[in-house]
Nanobody
């Protein structure tokens, strides 16, 4: 099993940058596809970016493409989300999560393990 803990959230000005980290426990971390998701109170949770178990394949929501970069370091059991040129609409609680084996992780329902979330607030 996998346990996940996010960190790196905080307050940032529009146009600035922030880097989120997700620390994982469990020997099998490297066998899971992973993703970053976000949620605003009263709204559905959305997939922001996904990364394959090896890191060789990444996918992004159109809203963040070109601004955010997902990466992972399996040797450190850690996943990252580099957020550049942030916008007020990026304000949300960000979660890291592990994809159910055999799924693509394109939708929130395909994730099995979740972190507690970290708040990102972008001011204008």
């Amino acid at each position: 099993q996998v346990q996940l803990v996010e960190s790196g959230g905080g307050l940032v000005q529009a146009g600035g940058s922030l880097k989120l980290s997700c620390a994982a426990s469990g020997r099998t971390f490297s066998t899971y596809a992973m993703g970053w998701l976000r949620q605003t109170p009263g709204k559905d949770r959305d997939v922001v970016a996904t990364i394959s178990w090896s890191g060789g394949t990444t996918r992004y929501a159109d809203s963040v493409k070109g601004r955010f970069t997902i990466s992972r370091d399996n040797a450190k059991n850690t996943m990252y989300l580099q957020m550049n040129s942030v916008k007020p609409e990026d304000t949300a609680v960000y979660y890291c999560a592990a994809v159910v084996k055999g799924r693509l992780g394109s939708i929130p329902q395909e994730y099995e393990y979740w972190g507690q979330g970290t708040q990102v607030t972008v001011s204008s």
